[in-house]
């Protein structure tokens, strides 16, 4: 079966760093990725791992390791436009074609 | 680059009507086009995938004549929810992929409520 956890709900500091898990437990691994959802929006790409290690992008940081099927997202000095839905995803190649499972969203609140 | 739309953004339908909900890739070409279901505080389902030209492949659980899936062109995918009860009621999204590259670019969203 495929099951990805994250945590449901957080909450942090504005100018604060924050940090998101999320597990993997998934028949095949081609990839992780992490998306922003505002409410009633579509998602938004932040961030793709597929070899192990930490990959940095701005305020944002997302780290991989494989071996434990883990994966974090890192925001950094945090914004009250930070706060939104975090989707932790992993492709897998299933039925002749990649796809992307999510996990069901960690909801980061962000307080002055 | 990689835009994708959705049209219509908010529909509401009667009980037992069918509802077209269009998704097209406006700058590049979506060899695979992907639907999706997300209710309320939850996480996006994939319903089905779409290769252009061929049939759709449905997720487990998704009722394929229920779920109508279009994929005529490189463009533009529809899905159909024919026959639509409130418990459909829910945002549809839809995301393209290009024949190379790994990543899935997301419409915007469609609300559908039922009533």
């Known amino acids: 079966g495929q099951n990805i956890d994250q945590p449901t709900e957080m909450t942090a500091t504005e100018g604060a760093i924050v940090q998101i898990n999320c597990t993997y437990q998934?028949?095949?691994?081609?990839?992780l990725f992490w998306y922003q959802q505002h409410a009633g929006e579509a998602p938004t790409f932040l961030s793709y791992n597929v070899l192990d290690g930490l990959e940095e992008k701005g305020r944002f940081s997302s780290f991989l390791s494989r071996s434990k099927g883990y994966s974090y997202l890192l925001l950094k000095e945090l914004q009250m436009k930070d706060s939104a839905s975090y989707l932790c995803?992993?492709?897998?190649?299933?039925?002749?074609?990649?796809?992307?499972?999510f996990g069901a969203g960690t909801r980061l609140a962000v307080h002055p | 680059g990689a835009v994708v739309s959705q049209h219509p953004s908010r529909v509401i339908c009667k009980s037992g009507t069918s509802v077209k909900i269009e998704c097209r890739s406006l700058?590049?070409?979506?060899?695979?086009m992907f639907w999706y279901r997300q209710f309320p505080k939850q996480s996006l389902m994939l319903m089905a995938t779409s290769n252009e030209g061929s049939k759709a492949t449905y997720e487990q659980g998704v009722e394929k004549d229920k779920f109508l899936i279009n994929h005529a062109s490189l463009t533009l995918s529809t899905l159909t929810v024919t026959s639509a009860h409130p418990e459909d009621s829910s945002f549809y999204i839809c995301s393209g992929g290009r024949l190379a590259g790994y990543e899935q670019y997301f419409g915007p969203g469609t609300r559908l409520t039922v009533t």
């Open positions: 998934t028949s095949g691994f081609n990839g």
């Open positions: 700058d590049f070409q979506a060899t695979t």
């Open positions: 995803a992993v492709r897998v190649f299933s039925g002749g074609y990649n796809k992307l499972i």
